[in-house]
């Protein structure tokens, strides 16, 4: 089952409690290594945390 409609939505891992967690915004900023993208999520067990892209891989399905 492919989902093509609902691109706004997408699903990662946290980091935190390696469950699927629902990204909620993502946005990027300027460090001193270089640009980073940064994901605000829910997941089960946290209200919401702050993570980067590369702490949070998209979770498949
Ligand atoms: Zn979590």
Redesign the pocket.
């Known amino acids: 089952m492919t989902d093509l409609g609902d691109a706004m939505t997408s699903t990662v891992y ?1 980091p ?2 390696h ?1 699927p ?1 629902v990204v909620l915004s993502r946005f990027s900023l300027d460090e001193a290594t270089g640009p980073a993208e940064y994901l605000r999520i829910r ?4 209200l919401t ?1 702050l993570v980067t892209s590369d702490e949070a891989p998209p979770c498949e399905g």
């Open positions: 946290c935190d409690c469950r967690a997941c089960a067990g946290a945390l």
